[in-house]
């Protein structure tokens, strides 16, 4: 099986930094369900905030050691910073799926929010579908709506949108891993 893994976090205010390191144990626990090597699992990483960061691509680290150290140093882009999905879709786009990539392999991304986006993301999530990347919604607190989960996640929506808060972000977790369809996990807490 070879997927390129990639996952947008929340890093803008609408997170607190403690909820923030939660969103990146999320991460670890996600893709620590799936076989990450060279030739099967690729993970890359990005910040969602005013502005978007690529922690790094596909073909950077190839073993989960790698991965947890790179995630571990992670920095949180602050209280200031203002929740720009669109660019961060975009820039998923270039520097996850564009260009170099592997061929013939699935493309998946999962987007872990903590609240509402400031510029649109209608253009940025056409250009990833048209680009056959899958999108999944891990949304986290009560001040989203559907609509909003609706145009972010790939459809059929109801298969791909997990709405839950900060108590319940294991069982996301775990939901979400589930709908991937790479592996199968045992709950555990984060």
Do not use: W
């Not at 626990?29 to 990005?46: K, W």
């Not at 991965?67 to 999905?85: E, F, K, L, R, T």
């Not at 001040?143 to 709405?163: E, G, K, Q, R």
Request: charged share 25%; hydrophobic share 40%; net charge neutral.
């Amino acid at each position: 099986m070879e997927v390129n893994l990639g996952f947008l976090v929340d890093g803008s205010k609408n997170v607190h930094q403690q909820n923030f390191a939660a969103l990146l144990e999320t991460v670890k626990y996600i893709y620590s369900a799936f076989p990450i090597s060279r030739h099967d699992v690729r993970v890359g990483l990005g910040i969602i905030s005013t502005n978007p960061e690529v922690i790094f691509r596909f073909d950077k680290y190839f073993t989960k050691t790698q991965i947890d150290m790179a995630v571990n140093d992670v920095d949180y882009p602050g209280s200031g910073s203002a929740a720009h999905v669109g660019k961060a879709l975009t820039a998923a786009k270039d520097l996850f799926y564009g260009t170099g990539n592997r061929k013939r392999v699935r493309k998946v991304l999962v987007v872990l929010l903590g609240g509402k986006y400031l510029d649109d993301v209608t253009e940025p999530i056409k250009t990833l579908r048209d680009s056959n990347v899958e999108v999944f919604c891990i949304a986290i607190g009560n001040n989203l709506d559907s609509t909003y989960l609706t145009t972010v996640a790939s459809m059929p929506t109801s298969l791909h949108s997990v709405v839950t808060d900060y108590d319940t972000l294991a069982e996301g977790a775990l939901e979400t891993i589930k709908k991937l369809e790479i592996a199968k996990v045992k709950y555990s807490k984060l």
